[in-house]
């Protein structure tokens, strides 16, 4: 979760995660084998994908906030970023070790596997393009600069994480000659910089499960600045046994819904039932955490665990780019 480009404050605690059964049907191994099934081709695999969507629930309703909101002024139905790039920075010591350089590897493929499956097709309608990410190329390791990263925010600065994650990126990217976003840049098209931590080092150890995403501003101690960029920090957590997926459910998840409102430059006026109290005004937080489904992309079909974000067209939470045959998940418990 983050606030609005213009008021942000951001946080996102992993929530429970569903679970998913899939049968499967194991040949006789005493009658002829079939031959294997032809390499899928991706463009058939997005053929065959549709979008789950689940209703608000009774008495929840959720409208675009233009106080909270990025509006193109030259379209008010333009809100969201519109052709981004995607740059991972691993930060801390461990992902330079062979266990970690294996973990780096996965959680890059899965980044992909999201970008590819169609899961933020339901960001067109904020006018949303497409996301520029090459696992192979797009990334560092930075095991020295340091970070730290609050968690809980206090009330009294909501600020800090994004004043830090700027100031990490700003030196981290100067140390390795990458050029950093400027004033009069087009935040549309900019890049989107994601913070992987490693969850050993001091500064972060207590960020586990826990992301947000926040604009790079023109100005870090103004927050009505000007946006150049993004940025989301997702704290990997080695230990964490949440799913078929292990260690890697909750780090997709949580990947996922922090790109999935980075993108949107959206901002929700958020009315819930019985008296609750938004957790987030953002179109992946409060009953979008409920739902989760599987998506499975990429030349490996590796399976990858995400959740719904809040679509303005639908009035319900969606996770499109899901396999037709995938049924809907039994939302998670509070």
């Known amino acids: 979760m983050r606030s609005s480009l213009r008021n942000r404050q951001a946080r996102t605690v ?13 040949a006789d191994a005493q009658r002829p084998q079939p031959r294997p099934a032809p390499r899928a081709n991706p463009a058939k695999v997005r053929a065959t994908t549709t979008t789950l969507r ?27 970023m519109g ?44 006018g949303f393009g497409k996301v520029t990410f090459n696992p192979a190329t797009d990334f560092l390791l930075e095991p020295r600069v340091p970070l730290t990263i609050v968690n809980p925010l206090s009330p009294n600065d909501p600020n800090a994480n994004q004043r830090a994650l700027q100031a990490f990126l700003q030196k981290t990217l100067a ?41 790079w501003r023109a100005d870090p101690s103004n927050p009505n600045s000007a946006s150049l960029a993004e940025m989301i920090w997702a704290g990997f957590d080695a230990g964490q046994r949440r799913g078929p997926g292990g260690e890697y459910d909750g780090t997709t998840q949580l990947f996922a819904h922090e790109l999935a409102e980075a993108i949107s430059g959206i901002g929700l006026k958020v009315k819930l039932p019985g008296g609750r109290t938004p957790d987030g005004y ?14 499975t992309a990429g030349a490996d079909r590796q399976q990858v665990l995400v959740q719904s974000y809040f679509s303005n067209a639908d009035q319900a939470f969606i996770i499109p780019g899901v396999a037709s045959t995938q049924k809907k998940l039994r939302p998670a418990r509070r």
């Open 54 to 80: 689940f209703a608000l629930p009774p008495g929840e309703s959720l409208t675009i906030d233009p106080a909270r909101s990025f509006t193109d002024p030259t379209n008010p139905n333009i809100h969201a």
């Open 282 to 295: 953002q179109i992946a937080d409060n009953d979008a955490a409920l739902h989760t489904a599987r998506l």
């Open 14 to 26: 992993l929530p429970a995660l569903g679970l998913l059964v899939t049968l499967g049907a194991f």
């Open 83 to 126: 052709n981004p790039r995607l740059f991972f920075v691993f930060q801390g010591p461990t992902w330079s070790s062979p266990e970690g350089r294996a973990r780096l590897g996965v959680l890059l493929r899965a980044a992909k596997d999201i970008l590819d499956s169609g899961y933020l097709g339901g960001l067109a309608q904020y």
């Open 175 to 215: 140390l390795h000659r990458l050029p950093l976003p400027r004033p009069g840049d087009n935040w549309r098209n900019s890049t989107i910089y994601v913070v992987m931590g490693d969850a050993a080092t001091p500064g972060t150890k207590g960020a586990v499960r826990y992301g947000e995403n926040d604009p």
